[in-house]
């Protein structure tokens, strides 16, 4: 993978360095498992959509069966199980430090919450996403369509191509992000990116007047480059790295079951004496069967027709089935539901949410110390610019809402709400503000 500095040291045009550092970064291992897993994620899995039965002959070459079955199982787990992690921190949104003066939820933009949600997903599932800071809200990009370039010594994020093509006979669209501004490319009829305009600013400040319209009066840029990387876990690796194999061998097993379940729920026929039979013979003999049900033998002469069923082993199947499902659930460390029994206590509820929550610790400090350096770039410091979470967890809510009440009376207003299960960490402050608006209402009515 390319660098910063081998930008700054390149003697070619800069469109030959992008399209040299797309080609290369299309060849990497970690786009090519960004890809895969969008595949899986769609519940489309590779390797069970490549698989073809094959017959050996004797002298062991290889041959694809044409007459088995081949039935093709993907199962859903990356995609459950991912969406499991993301949702149980960022299913509630992000909220911050209160603040008396301002809402820093506000200075985050608009759909501040879902564009987390999405970069969060697709750090997960990629190994990193990317957050653009385009002065008012920020926009997600995938790994897909994101080339980065690194300092070589500190490990910052210093440039960024940003690529885009819909289809393979469309022209590819370029976008170079620099600390000191942008530049849109598009290819030609040659297949030469070609600039639309020259390097523009990240903040362009505007005025309006009747008599003159909008008019540009200043142009700025950041103190550093506005994309910041989200990666999904400490290991900056796709969650697909290590669990492939696991969901592979589940739908391989899964659809080698079906397949024999299939080719084996038929009726085989052994004719006895009847050698002089040819392959057209036994053919029009079988269709017969099929067509009419009836078959005649000729007994005299110790000819007899025997049916003949299969019956498939399953039980060793189906214990293994069993076995890398849960295995599956406690590698990627998420929470399979049907080990919860109905009624159970919050104790036994936490005690099935521990590999969750080990997950999610990782995955909330790589969030943090993104968002962190968003507000740097707003203006906020590391105190103001602190989320918090409130994570998405099925509880017992009767015995949590009697514990929160019982220690109410040694708690302010906004404590107890904050603990109660099935209230917002946004609720909060509403809740708190209509209650004072009454309680003053009150005061009011009472004087009067």
């Known amino acids: 993978m390319l ?79 991912n969406v499991q992690r993301c949702t149980y921190l960022l299913g509630n949104g992000i909220s911050f430090p209160s603040n008396e003066n301002e809402n820093i939820k506000n200075k985050f933009g608009e759909k501040f919450d879902t564009v987390m949600q999405e970069a969060g997903y697709n750090a997960l599932i990629h190994g990193v996403s990317y957050l653009f800071w385009a002065n008012d ?71 309006f007047s009747k008599a003159y319209g909008i008019e540009i009066v200043g142009k700025e840029n950041y103190n550093a480059l506005p994309i910041i990387p989200l990666w999904g876990s400490r290991l900056k690796q796709s969650t697909l790295v290590g669990l492939r194999a696991a969901i592979d061998s589940y739908d391989l097993i899964r659809s080698g079951f079906a397949n024999d379940l299939t080719d084996c729920a038929q009726i085989y026929w052994i004719l006895e004496n009847y050698g002089g039979m040819e392959d057209e013979d036994l053919q029009r003999f079988r269709d017969r069967i099929l067509l009419n049900h009836i078959a005649t033998a ?13 019956d498939i082993p399953y039980q060793a199947r189906e214990q293994y089935l069993q076995t890398i499902r849960a295995e599956i659930y406690e590698g990627f460390g998420g929470l399979d539901v049907h080990t919860i029994a109905a009624g159970a206590t919050n104790d036994h509820i936490d005690a099935a949410y521990q590999p969750l929550d080990e997950n999610a610790d990782d995955f909330e400090k790589q969030i943090i110390e993104c968002v962190q350096r968003i507000g740097e770039l707003i203006g906020l410091n590391n105190e103001e610019a602190t989320p918090l979470f409130k994570r998405n967890r099925i509880s017992n809510q009767s015995e949590l809402t009697d514990m929160v009440l019982q220690a109410a009376q040694y708690l302010d207003d906004e404590t107890v709400l904050r603990h109660l299960p099935f209230i917002t960490v946004d609720e909060v402050k509403n809740i708190l503000s209509r209650k004072a608006a009454e309680e003053q209402k009150q005061v009011i009515d009472m004087r009067a």
């Open 3 to 81: 660098t910063y500095q081998d930008y700054q040291n390149y003697d070619g045009a800069k469109v030959d360095f992008i399209k040299k550092a797309i080609n290369e970064y299309k060849s990497s291992e970690l786009y090519k498992t960004a890809c895969d897993a969008d595949m899986y994620d769609k519940q489309k899995n590779l390797t069970i959509m490549k698989l073809v039965q094959k017959l050996f002959s004797l002298n062991g070459r290889a041959t694809e069966n044409f007459t088995a079955s081949n039935n093709r199982i993907a199962s859903n787990f990356f995609n459950r199980l």
């Open 137 to 207: 809200r920020l926009y997600c990009f995938k790994a897909t369509e994101i080339v980065p370039l690194y300092d070589e010594h500190s490990g910052a994020l210093m440039a960024v191509v940003r690529f885009w093509q819909i289809a393979g006979n469309k022209p590819l669209s370029v976008t170079f992000y620099e600390s000191d501004g942008y530049t849109d490319y598009e290819e030609n009829e040659e297949k030469v990116l070609v600039a639309k305009k020259a390097k523009e600013s990240y903040i362009v400040k505007a005025t």
């Open 298 to 310: 000729d007994t005299a002469d110790g000819g007899r027709i025997v049916p003949y069923a299969q």
